[in-house]
């Protein structure tokens, strides 16, 4: 009898860590991995440029509160060159002050340290450096593509679509072919005067692909979900394009 009762202990033990274990696995999964640009000039002009922090900020605010965790990969890794820094936004002081997520951005990974598995979604911020750096970053792309091939999401903000630019998946195609994608548009390209500067105009770049090219008026809020592909505008779209994530990823 005491040795049944020891065998029925030992295979409670072995039941509650097991459980454990696979809470422990299934809370690992929650993982997403941000995009930032790796490039900090705009073209000849001079002026520096890198990742818009607000365009990582909100949406990390909204998925981190969600509990998710974020780790952040760049064409070069290292530190990530930073545009649109302005910590009178509540949610940007948040971030910045947060000292893990500042060590992370400061210390992104190589594409060649991203194991794909880990993460239910890829999310490209924006920044006029992405133009730059992101639509020939194969390695990124191939990232991507696998991401969303596992049943992923793929998502971006304002220039941060510009990644998305020359992902292939399996079949040949282009990732945006025939869906409908936002961006940062020509008009409001031509606002901040770099229609010049940029290497291409992303709306026009992105309908070439044959992406369905969706937009709102000037700095206009405007996320588009398409097939786990979710795309925002401008600085003013990053956070709903945080919730829009959320709200497929916990369906």
């Known amino acids: 009898m005491k040795n049944k009762s020891i065998m029925v202990l030992l295979v409670a033990v072995s039941m509650v860590t097991f459980s ?22 705009k073209g000849n002009t001079g002026e520096s440029t890198g990742f818009y922090l607000s365009e990582v900020s909100h949406p990390w605010d909204v998925l981190v509160s969600a509990g998710y ?18 910590l009178e936004d509540p949610t940007n ?29 890829i999310f490209y911020a924006g920044g006029h450096g992405t133009m730059w750096d992101l639509p020939e970053n194969t390695e990124i792309a191939e990232i991507a593509r696998k991401i969303y091939e596992s049943n992923g999401l793929v998502s971006a903000v304002c220039h941060g ?18 869906k409908k994608i ?3 548009t020509n008009e409001e390209e031509n606002a901040v005067k770099l229609e010049n500067v940029v290497p291409f105009l992303l709306e026009t770049k992105l309908i070439e ?10 700095w206009q809020e405007h996320v588009t979900v398409d097939q786990r592909v979710i795309t925002g ?8 394009v945080g919730v829009a994530m959320l709200n497929i990823l916990q369906h």
């Open 20 to 41: 454990y274990g696979q809470n422990t696995k299934t809370k690992a999964m929650k993982k997403i991995l941000f995009v930032v640009t790796s490039h900090d000039k």
């Open 69 to 86: 965790e974020i780790d952040f990969v760049s064409p070069k890794g290292g530190k990530a060159p930073v545009d649109g820094f302005n």
């Open 93 to 121: 002081k948040k971030f910045w002050e947060n000292t893990a997520y500042r060590n992370k951005i400061e210390n992104t990974m190589k594409p060649s340290e991203v194991d794909t598995t880990k993460y239910e979604a």
């Open 161 to 178: 679509p510009s990644g998305l630019l020359n992902i292939k998946l399996s079949n040949g195609k282009y990732l945006v072919d025939g």
């Open 182 to 184: 936002n961006a940062f």
């Open 209 to 218: 692909r044959g992406a369905k090219f969706e937009k709102s008026g000037l």
């Open 233 to 240: 505008q401008n600085p003013q779209s990053a956070h709903a």
